[in-house]
């Protein structure tokens, strides 16, 4: 087991609590999120007016890194 109790000494407001399967979530939604993204880049541009979406937002879409929402 990782102990991340070092974390306190540095910013006692700190506090980390992560459980295995939170771990686990997080890496999944980041997959799905990155999955989701490449959906969305292989849009055409009839279906991204569709959705009220310009070439320019997937593209901002498609840059961010896959932990981010």
Known sequence: ???????????????????AIQI?????AGIERQQQRRALARLDDRLLADIGRSRADIAAECDK?????
């Open 1 to 19: 087991m990782i102990r991340l109790d070092w974390i306190g000494s540095i910013s006692p407001r700190l506090r980390l609590n992560f459980s």
């Open 24 to 28: 686990f979530d997080a890496v999944i």
């Open 65 to 69: 890194p896959l932990w981010r929402e």
